[in-house]
Nanobody, 120 residues
Framework: QVQLVESGGGLVQAGDSLRLSCAAS????????AGWFRQAPGQERELVAE???????????AYANSVKGRFTISRDHAKTTVYLQMNTLKPEDTAVYYC??????????WGQGTQVTVSS
């Protein structure tokens, strides 16, 4: 089993930055991909960014069009932590952000979510 704990959410103003962290524990050696999803009230959960790796090397990263150029997903292999750096935040980025991880491009494990609120 793998446990994921997110942190770093909060209330910010439009144009500000936030960095979300997702710390993994347990059988982390089995993981090969991680992603950040978000869900705004009344909307479906959407994939924001994801990456895949082999060992210490990231082999794939992708972003939703709505965040491309503003958000960056990264991973610290030693700390088994995945980050989402969010710059130039917009009110439409307001949502609960979830970290997910798994194997073979699937997401078997999910965090509890962290709220990000961007005021205009």
């Amino acid at each position: 089993q793998v446990q994921l704990v997110e942190s770093g959410g909060g209330l910010v103003q439009a144009g500000d930055s936030l960095r979300l962290s997702c710390a993994a524990s347990g059988r982390t050696f089995s993981l090969s991909n991680a992603g950040w999803f978000r869900q705004a009230p009344g909307q479906e959960r959407e994939l924001v960014a994801e990456l895949r790796w082999i060992g210490v090397n990231t082999v794939y990263a992708a972003y939703a069009n709505s965040v491309k150029g503003r958000f960056t997903i990264s991973r610290d292999h030693a700390k088994t932590t995945v980050y989402l750096q969010m710059n130039t935040l917009k009110p439409e980025d307001t949502a609960v952000y979830y970290c997910a991880a798994g194997t073979n491009t699937a997401y078997q494990y999910w965090g509890q979510g962290t709220q990000v609120t961007v005021s205009s």
